[in-house]
C-alpha cells in the first residue's frame, strides 16, 4: 500500500494550548453538575427541615404524649396520633408477613428450572408489571371488586372465631384486613423482583457443590442459595416495609378512615398516611400543625427502615463475594 | 476401605426427602400463581369494565359535578390533559437535575464521599412516602403563594411529582454511565477532547438507551401518583384554556380515580373505571416500552 502524506500534515506540528473557553464550559459544566446532585440533598434535607418546622407547635404542645394518645379532636384541639401509628405498623407488618412467603416462593420458583425459561420470564414480568399499577387503581379495584368479594369469607371467620380480640368485630366494608390484603399486592412485586435478582446473583458453583454431595433441590435452596441471597432479600423485604407503610392512597380508600382505635382487624382504622390524604385539605391552625407532627413521625419510620435496609445490604453482602 | 450400602439407587418417591422436594416444589408454584393472580385480575377488570365506559364522549368531555345529573356524568378529558400537562413540568425539572446528578456521580466523582452522600440520599428519597412529598410542596409553594400569589397549581403538582422522579434518574444514570466501557473515555481523551466534550459526546450518547428506560420508569410511577397531588393540584374539572391557568387548581386522571371512586353516584363511579383504564394502559405501555428500549443493547458488564 502506497502511504500518501499530504502537504499539510507534514508541516510541522504545534502543540495547541486549550483556549480559555474551552476550560471554562469544563469548570462551569463540573459545577452545574456539581449543583445538580446537590440538589438531592438540598431537597431531602429541606423536607426534613419544612416538615419540622412546621410541626414545632405541636410537638412543644404534646411532646411524645402525642405518640400515646388516640384522641383527635379538632373541636377541642385534642390531638394524639396512637391510632394512626398503630394502624400504620400493623397493617404494614402484617401485610409484609403475609407477602415474605409469596414473594420469595414465587422467586425461588422462578430463579429454579422446575419449568420452561419461558413460562418463567413471563411470570416475572407480570410481577413486575403489577407493579407499574399506580396504587389509586388498586384502590378502586380493591373498593369495588375485591372488599365486596371477601366479605363473606371474613364474616365467616368472624362468625367462628369472634372471640379473639383481634376478629372481634363484624366485617362492614372497609376496615383494616381488606388494607392488609390490598398492601400485599403492592409490595410483592418489590419483594419478588428483589428477591429474584439476588438469587440469580448466587454463583452457579454453590449450587453445583450442594448437589454434588447429594443435597436435594430445596435442601440446596434452603441451606445454600438462601443463606447466600439472605443480603438482598432482607434489603427488599426492608424496602418494601416502608413502601407499606408509607402507601397512601389504596390504603385510605379501603381502610375506612376511623380514629376510634380498635383491637379488631374487621374494624375502620387509620393509617398515618391516610390521615394526612384526608384531613390535611380541609386542616388548619394547630391540627396542620399535628398532621405535620404525625407527618415527621411516619418520615422518620420510613427513614430508619430505608437505612437499615442500606445498611443490611451493605453489611451481608460480603459474604459470598 | 470399600463402601457397600443396601440402599437401591433407583429414585424412591417415598423417601421423606423426595417426598418434600415435591411438595415444596407444588407449594413454591402455588406462591407464584397467587403472585401473578392480584395482576390477572385487576388488569381484566380494568380493561374490561373501564374498557366498555370508554367512548368519544368521555375522553373528551369535562366531568359533571358529582349528583348534578345522575345518568351522564360528562368526560374525563380536563384529567387526562392535566395529568399530561404535570408530567411534563415534572420531567422538565427533574430531567436536567437527575441526568445531571447521575453525571457528577458517574464522571466526577465515583467514589467520593461527596458521591457516597449523595447516592445515599438519592436512595433515601426514593423511600420519602409520596405523600410527604405533598406535604413539603404544600408547605413551601402552595401555603406561602410564592408561585406569583397562586395556591394550589398544576405547577406545583409537578414540582411535587418531579421530586417522586429525581431519585430514580439520577440512579439510572449513574449506573448507565457506569457501564460505558473507560476504554471509550481514554480513546476520547486521547484525541485531545476536553472532559465536557468526552461526557456529551461520547459518554452520555452511549448511555442514552439505559438513561431514557429510566426516565420512562419515573415518569410512569409519576404519572400514576396521587397523594402528592391531592393538595398540590387539587382538583378542576375544567380545561386549561391559557398558559395562566398553570397557576390554578388542575386535574388529574389518579385524582379523578380518587375522588369519584368514593362518591356514591355510580355514572361518577363509571368515569373513575374509565379514568382508571386509560392510566393504566398508559403506565403498561410506558413500562413496556422501557423494557423493549432496555433489551435493545445498552452496555452490559461483560461487554469489554
Given at each position: 500500500?502506497?502511504?500518501?502524506?499530504?502537504?499539510?500534515?507534514?508541516s510541522?506540528?504545534?502543540?495547541?494550548?486549550?483556549?480559555?473557553?474551552?476550560?471554562?464550559v469544563?469548570?462551569?459544566?463540573?459545577?452545574?453538575v456539581?449543583?445538580m446532585?446537590?440538589?438531592v440533598?438540598?431537597?431531602?434535607?429541606?423536607?426534613?427541615?419544612?416538615?419540622?418546622?412546621e410541626?414545632?407547635?405541636?410537638?412543644s404542645?404534646?411532646?411524645?404524649?402525642?405518640l400515646?394518645?388516640?384522641?383527635w379532636?379538632?373541636v377541642?384541639?385534642?390531638?394524639?396520633?396512637?391510632?394512626a401509628i398503630?394502624?400504620t405498623?400493623?397493617?404494614?407488618?402484617?401485610?409484609?408477613?403475609?407477602?415474605?412467603?409469596l414473594?420469595?416462593?414465587?422467586?425461588?420458583?422462578?430463579?429454579?428450572?422446575?419449568i420452561?425459561k419461558f413460562?418463567?420470564?413471563?411470570?416475572?414480568?407480570?410481577?413486575e408489571?403489577?407493579?407499574?399499577i399506580p396504587?389509586?387503581?388498586?384502590?378502586?379495584?380493591?373498593?369495588?371488586?375485591m372488599?365486596?368479594?371477601i366479605?363473606p369469607f371474613?364474616?365467616?371467620?368472624?362468625?367462628?372465631f369472634g372471640?379473639?380480640?383481634?376478629l372481634s368485630?363484624k366485617p362492614?366494608?372497609?376496615?383494616?384486613m381488606p388494607a392488609i390484603?390490598?398492601?400485599v399486592v403492592?409490595i410483592?412485586?418489590?419483594?419478588?423482583?428483589?428477591s429474584?435478582?439476588?438469587?440469580?446473583?448466587?454463583?452457579s458453583?454453590?449450587r453445583q457443590?450442594?448437589?454434588?454431595?447429594?443435597?436435594s433441590r430445596?435442601?440446596?435452596?434452603f441451606k445454600?442459595?438462601?443463606?447466600?441471597a439472605?443480603?438482598?432479600?432482607?434489603g427488599?423485604?426492608?424496602?418494601a416495609l416502608?413502601?407499606?407503610?408509607g402507601?397512601?392512597m389504596?390504603v385510605?380508600?379501603i381502610?375506612?378512615?376511623?380514629?376510634?382505635?380498635?383491637?379488631?382487624?374487621?374494624a375502620p382504622?387509620?393509617?398515618?398516611?391516610?390521615?394526612?390524604?384526608n384531613q390535611?385539605?380541609e386542616?388548619?391552625g394547630?391540627?396542620v400543625s399535628s398532621?405535620?407532627?404525625?407527618?415527621?413521625?411516619?418520615?422518620?419510620?420510613t427513614?430508619?427502615?430505608n437505612?437499615?435496609a442500606q445498611?443490611?445490604v451493605k453489611?451481608l453482602?460480603?459474604r459470598y463475594? | 476401605?470399600?463402601?457397600t450400602?443396601?440402599?437401591?439407587?433407583?429414585?424412591n418417591?417415598s423417601l421423606?426427602r423426595?417426598?418434600w422436594?415435591k411438595a415444596?416444589?407444588i407449594i413454591?408454584?402455588?406462591?407464584?400463581i397467587?403472585?401473578?393472580?392480584p395482576?390477572?385480575?385487576?388488569?381484566s377488570y380494568?380493561l374490561?369494565?373501564?374498557?366498555s365506559?370508554?367512548?368519544?364522549?368521555?375522553?373528551?368531555?369535562e366531568p359533571e359535578?358529582?349528583g348534578?345529573?345522575l345518568?351522564?356524568?360528562?368526560?374525563?378529558?380536563?384529567?387526562?390533559?392535566g395529568?399530561?400537562?404535570?408530567?411534563?413540568?415534572?420531567s422538565i425539572?427533574?430531567?436536567?437535575?437527575?441526568v445531571?446528578?447521575g453525571?457528577?456521580?458517574a464522571?466526577?466523582?465515583?467514589?467520593?464521599k461527596f458521591?457516597k452522600?449523595?447516592r445515599?440520599g438519592s436512595?433515601v428519597?426514593?423511600?420519602?412516602?409520596?405523600i410527604i412529598?405533598?406535604?413539603?410542596?404544600y408547605a413551601i409553594i402552595?401555603?406561602?403563594?410564592?408561585?406569583f400569589g397562586?395556591?394550589?397549581?398544576?405547577?406545583a403538582g409537578?414540582?411535587?411529582?418531579?421530586?417522586?422522579?429525581?431519585p430514580?434518574?439520577?440512579k439510572?444514570?449513574?449506573?448507565a454511565?457506569?457501564?460505558?466501557?473507560?476504554?471509550?473515555?481514554?480513546?476520547?481523551?486521547?484525541v485531545?477532547a476536553s472532559k465536557?466534550?468526552?461526557i456529551t459526546?461520547?459518554t452520555?450518547?452511549?448511555?442514552f438507551?439505559s438513561?431514557s428506560?429510566?426516565?420512562?420508569i419515573?415518569?410512569?410511577?409519576?404519572?400514576?401518583e396521587?397523594a402528592p397531588?391531592?393538595?398540590?393540584?387539587?382538583?378542576?374539572r375544567y380545561?386549561?384554556?391559557s398558559?395562566?391557568d398553570?397557576?390554578y387548581?388542575?386535574?388529574s386522571?389518579?385524582v379523578l380515580i380518587y375522588?369519584?371512586?368514593?362518591?356514591p353516584?355510580?355514572?361518577?363511579n363509571q368515569l373513575?373505571?374509565?379514568?382508571?383504564?386509560?392510566l393504566v394502559?398508559v403506565?403498561?405501555?410506558l413500562n413496556?416500552l422501557?423494557?423493549?428500549?432496555g433489551?435493545?443493547?445498552?452496555?452490559?458488564?461483560n461487554?469489554?
Amino acid at each position: 500500500m502506497l502511504l500518501r502524506v499530504d502537504k499539510a500534515s507534514t508541516s510541522k506540528f504545534t502543540l495547541r494550548r486549550r483556549p480559555t473557553s474551552e476550560k471554562l464550559v469544563d469548570v462551569g459544566f463540573k459545577n452545574i453538575v456539581v449543583a445538580m446532585a446537590s440538589m438531592v440533598a438540598v431537597v431531602l434535607f429541606s423536607i426534613f427541615l419544612v416538615v419540622y418546622y412546621e410541626s414545632t407547635e405541636s410537638i412543644s404542645r404534646y411532646g411524645l404524649r402525642f405518640l400515646f394518645n388516640s384522641a383527635w379532636n379538632p373541636v377541642t384541639d385534642e390531638y394524639g396520633a396512637f391510632t394512626a401509628i398503630y394502624g400504620t405498623l400493623f397493617t404494614s407488618i402484617s401485610s409484609l408477613l403475609i407477602a415474605i412467603p409469596l414473594g420469595v416462593g414465587t422467586a425461588i420458583f422462578i430463579t429454579e428450572n422446575i419449568i420452561p425459561k419461558f413460562i418463567r420470564n413471563i411470570i416475572g414480568i407480570m410481577v413486575e408489571l403489577l407493579a407499574a399499577i399506580p396504587s389509586v387503581v388498586l384502590g378502586l379495584w380493591a373498593v369495588f371488586i375485591m372488599e365486596p368479594f371477601i366479605r363473606p369469607f371474613l364474616n365467616i371467620i368472624y362468625e367462628l372465631f369472634g372471640f379473639i380480640p383481634f376478629l372481634s368485630t363484624k366485617p362492614l366494608g372497609a376496615g383494616m384486613m381488606p388494607a392488609i390484603l390490598i398492601l400485599v399486592v403492592m409490595i410483592l412485586p418489590i419483594i419478588t423482583s428483589i428477591s429474584k435478582d439476588s438469587l440469580n446473583q448466587v454463583p452457579s458453583k454453590l449450587r453445583q457443590a450442594a448437589y454434588g454431595i447429594g443435597a436435594s433441590r430445596w435442601t440446596t435452596i434452603f441451606k445454600v442459595i438462601i443463606p447466600a441471597a439472605i443480603s438482598g432479600i432482607t434489603g427488599g423485604v426492608l424496602l418494601a416495609l416502608g413502601r407499606a407503610m408509607g402507601e397512601t392512597m389504596a390504603v385510605t380508600m379501603i381502610i375506612g378512615n376511623s380514629n376510634n382505635f380498635s383491637w379488631s382487624i374487621f374494624a375502620p382504622s387509620y393509617t398515618i398516611s391516610s390521615m394526612l390524604a384526608n384531613q390535611f385539605g380541609e386542616a388548619d391552625g394547630s391540627q396542620v400543625s399535628s398532621l405535620m407532627y404525625a407527618a415527621l413521625i411516619l418520615m422518620i419510620l420510613t427513614l430508619m427502615v430505608n437505612v437499615f435496609a442500606q445498611w443490611i445490604v451493605k453489611k451481608l453482602s460480603l459474604r459470598y463475594q | 476401605m470399600n463402601y457397600t450400602s443396601k440402599k437401591s439407587l433407583t429414585y424412591n418417591p417415598s423417601l421423606t426427602r423426595n417426598f418434600w422436594n415435591k411438595a415444596l416444589t407444588i407449594i413454591s408454584a402455588l406462591f407464584a400463581i397467587i403472585s401473578v393472580l392480584p395482576l390477572i385480575l385487576v388488569i381484566s377488570y380494568i380493561l374490561i369494565k373501564g374498557g366498555s365506559y370508554i367512548n368519544l364522549e368521555t375522553l373528551i368531555l369535562e366531568p359533571e359535578p358529582p349528583g348534578d345529573d345522575l345518568l351522564s356524568a360528562g368526560g374525563i378529558g380536563p384529567a387526562i390533559t392535566g395529568t399530561f400537562i404535570m408530567s411534563v413540568i415534572a420531567s422538565i425539572i427533574s430531567i436536567p437535575v437527575g441526568v445531571g446528578g447521575g453525571i457528577y456521580l458517574a464522571e466526577y466523582s465515583k467514589s467520593g464521599k461527596f458521591a457516597k452522600f449523595i447516592r445515599f440520599g438519592s436512595n433515601v428519597l426514593a423511600g420519602v412516602p409520596s405523600i410527604i412529598a405533598g406535604v413539603f410542596i404544600y408547605a413551601i409553594i402552595v401555603s406561602t403563594k410564592i408561585l406569583f400569589g397562586s395556591m394550589f397549581s398544576g405547577i406545583a403538582g409537578g414540582i411535587s411529582l418531579s421530586i417522586l422522579m429525581l431519585p430514580t434518574i439520577i440512579k439510572t444514570t449513574d449506573e448507565a454511565l457506569k457501564l460505558v466501557p473507560n476504554d471509550m473515555r481514554r480513546a476520547a481523551y486521547g484525541v485531545g477532547a476536553s472532559k465536557f466534550t468526552m461526557i456529551t459526546n461520547i459518554t452520555l450518547p452511549a448511555a442514552f438507551r439505559s438513561i431514557s428506560t429510566g426516565v420512562l420508569i419515573a415518569l410512569a410511577r409519576a404519572a400514576g401518583e396521587t397523594a402528592p397531588l391531592l393538595f398540590t393540584a387539587l382538583f378542576s374539572r375544567y380545561y386549561i384554556t391559557s398558559f395562566d391557568d398553570l397557576f390554578y387548581e388542575m386535574g388529574s386522571l389518579s385524582v379523578l380515580i380518587y375522588n369519584f371512586a368514593l362518591e356514591p353516584y355510580e355514572a361518577q363511579n363509571q368515569l373513575a373505571w374509565a379514568a382508571s383504564f386509560i392510566l393504566v394502559v398508559v403506565l403498561l405501555s410506558l413500562n413496556i416500552l422501557s423494557r423493549w428500549i432496555g433489551t435493545l443493547g445498552a452496555f452490559s458488564k461483560n461487554k469489554v
